[in-house]
């Protein structure tokens, strides 16, 4: 596999080539019969562990992240076009690393670096989304096919510096034309 980019020596239409060039397995359309458990975990900090043992190699993680759904009953599953594996998930099943920001106001777009290398440009088709209680939110931000990243606390404290500088009548940031207001729901 490739090397991660790395996401503070690229531009905006950099990260949007990077990720209109990645092609991924259609896990959409595939519909095998569940096989039973992958025996794998997907721990809250986005470390994956396979029978208790954390994954120690980045290029896995990385292609188990490839073949990762969410199901319609809100389960996930790691699905090939012959199997179908349960994996537990105990929060988001990818984490937010790093954020780059390009223009201001409402011409804002937010870039993000996800745990597996994956880019991921907030907006209408990638919301951030605030759960939890006012006083602790927990930032979510849209991957793929229900498929969440949380977004890691120092990314978080970058957010909110962005949300109070704004002008707007209620705390938020703006990507990709899309305005988010940063409060829990």
């Given amino acids: 596999m490739e090397p991660l980019p ?18 991924l397995p259609p896990v959409d359309q595939w519909n095998p019969a569940h096989c039973g458990d992958s025996e794998m975990r997907i721990a809250r900090d986005g470390t994956w562990f396979h029978q208790g043992s954390p994954i120690g190699r980045p290029a896995m993680v990385r292609l188990f992240s490839t073949v990762l759904r969410r199901e ?3 389960g996930h599953v790691l699905v090939t ?10 929060d988001a099943p990818f984490v937010a690393t790093a954020m780059k920001v390009e223009g201001s106001g409402n011409t804002m777009r937010l870039a ?14 990638h919301p951030l989304r605030f759960a939890g209680e006012a006083d602790a939110p927990r930032p979510y931000l849209h991957v793929r096919g229900g498929l969440e990243a949380l977004v890691a606390r ?9 949300a109070l500088a704004g002008d707007g009548p209620v705390p938020g940031v703006w990507s990709d034309g899309v305005f988010f ?5």
């Fill in 181 to 185: 207001p940063v409060a829990a729901a």
């Fill in 6 to 23: 790395d996401l503070a020596a690229l531009s905006l239409p950099e990260i949007v080539r990077l990720v209109e060039q990645r092609r």
């Fill in 81 to 90: 076009p012959i199997e179908k594996l349960a994996i537990e998930v105990e």
């Fill in 112 to 125: 993000f670096q996800l745990n597996t290398g994956d880019l991921v440009t907030a907006g209408e088709a």
């Fill in 154 to 162: 120092p990314v978080y404290y970058e957010l909110a510096d962005l």
């Fill in 72 to 74: 319609p009953d809100g």
